[in-house]
């Protein structure tokens, strides 16, 4: 059987216009946790009554707490072969746009340059109270929480879209842009079911792009892709790199 990753670097040197789209399990092989997968964040809490607006006024103490936590887990985790192949690939002209669900910046750190974060970044407090935003350069300490706002000292809260909330207005419109423009899109680690992100690549395949779909489960794009790589995301792109030759960094 010919190796999906030879199939799919075919498809990718004859598409004019591909892009990726990305969900937790693209960061999984760097360690950091999906919230559906076996490893779950914080077993005891189910995710939405954390990263909720509900969950944030009942106990913002906690949610802090909970993403302190995760932001120490991203500071000491590398990207991996996915995010660096995919980072290559927009070098080599291959891949235009990357679209991800993560909060955890490693597209970014692996190079990547046209990245658009539908779900905002976990480095960045927003204040409840005036809309500041400021940058964490490094995870707070549990006694510094919750975050208060520089300017007006009311409470602040992580910078990301909870469950409930709109995505940011701009970033949405411009990836279902860049998905109607696509002729490829390669689907990399999501369960999909989050929504209105999710559609995204549904978008693109209705206008006729072909879909990779990367991932070790079974999920939404399954029964719509037109490839499914069945297997853990850096492997696969690791083997994807050495195919189009594209130098990774040494691990
Ligand atoms: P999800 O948890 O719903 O789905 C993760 C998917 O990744 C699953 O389909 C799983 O089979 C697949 N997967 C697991 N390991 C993999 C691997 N090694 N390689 C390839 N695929 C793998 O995640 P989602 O679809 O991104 O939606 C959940 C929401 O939670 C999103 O909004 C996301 O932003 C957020 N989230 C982000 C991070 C992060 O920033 N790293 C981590 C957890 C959750
Ligand atoms: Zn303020």
């Known amino acids: 059987m010919e190796d999906p990753a030879v199939k799919v670097a075919r498809l990718l040197e004859n598409s004019s216009y591909a892009i990726v789209f990305t969900g937790a399990g693209v960061s999984a092989d760097s360690g950091i946790p999906t919230f559906r997968g076996p490893d779950g964040l914080w077993r005891r809490y189910r995710p939405e009554e954390l990263a909720s607006p509900w969950g944030f006024e009942r106990n913002p103490r906690l949610v802090w707490e909970w993403y302190a936590w995760r932001m120490r887990i991203i500071a000491s985790a590398r990207p991996n072969a996915a995010h660096y192949a995919i980072a290559a690939l927009e070098r080599r002209g291959l891949v235009r746009a990357v679209i991800t669900q993560n909060v955890d910046g490693l597209h970014q750190r692996a190079g990547s340059k046209n990245v658009i974060e539908l779900h905002g970044n976990i480095w960045r407090a927003r204040c409840t109270r005036c809309g500041y935003r400021w940058i964490l350069e490094s995870p707070p300490s549990d006694d510094e929480l919750p975050l208060r706002c520089p300017r007006c000292g009311s409470l602040a809260r992580p910078d990301v879209v909870w469950f409930g909330e709109p995505l940011p207005e701009a970033a949405l419109r411009r990836a279902f842009e860049e998905a109607g423009k696509a002729d490829l899109v390669i689907v990399v680690g999501t369960s999909g079911v989050v929504e209105p992100a ?49 130098e990774l960094p040494r691990e």
């Open 198 to 246: 999710g559609s995204i690549p549904v978008h693109a395949k209705e206008r006729g792009a072909r879909l990779v779909n990367v991932n070790p489960e079974p999920n939404r794009y399954t029964g719509m892709a037109d490839v499914n790589v069945e297997e853990r995301a850096a492997p696969f792109f690791e083997r994807l790199a050495r195919v189009l030759g594209l």
